[in-house]
């Protein structure tokens, strides 16, 4: 696994640095997950203050398999300056039969409303569209996540329906709001 290509990519710029989940991220994820309970924890179930490093590995583990696999790309987010954990960021649900893929993004609560998920998105998007061949990406965020919904326009991303029980939260069928990013969009 070391020597695979996909495992040493790495994205960034001058804010941020991108690279695949390894197990060496888990203490940092645990800490940021428990940072992050009252920001991110309202809208994805698994942040709360009881994550542990159990959760963690198994998380990376699932990100590493789904590498391998070829159809999950989860992403560490990290400080360029100091190399702090950010967040995470990747592509999942492909249907490789339209070429399409979700991006789902998080930020820690330090670091927030800083422009950092918008960065991290649109690397990851374009990793998408020219390593992966996709056409069509989305993000689908319920309907009163407004900060995420904030970043899917920031990327370029069109909203194009609230989609009725879209998502299932918590086993309760939820609507949510679905944005379509196509490779023109991005900024």
Known sequence: MEH?????????????????????????????????????????????????????????????????????????????????????????????IHRRANLGYWMRQACQRRGLATAAAQHVARFGFEQLGLIRIEIVALPDNAASRATALRIGARFESIARQRLLVEGQPRDAAVYGLLRSDLP
Do not use: K
Not at 42 to 70: E, S
């Open 4 to 96: 695979d290509p996909q495992y040493t990519i790495e994205l960034g710029d001058a804010r941020v640095r991108l690279r695949p989940w390894n197990h060496a991220d888990a203490d940092a994820l645990v800490d940021a997950v428990r940072d992050s309970v009252d920001s991110v924890g309202r809208w994805l179930p698994w942040c709360r203050a009881d994550y542990g490093h159990d959760a963690a590995h198994a998380w990376i583990a699932r990100c590493q398999d789904g590498w391998q696999a070829g159809n999950h790309f989860a992403f560490a987010v990290r400080s360029a300056a100091d190399g702090s954990l950010l967040g995470g960021v990747g592509l999942n649900q492909f249907e490789p």
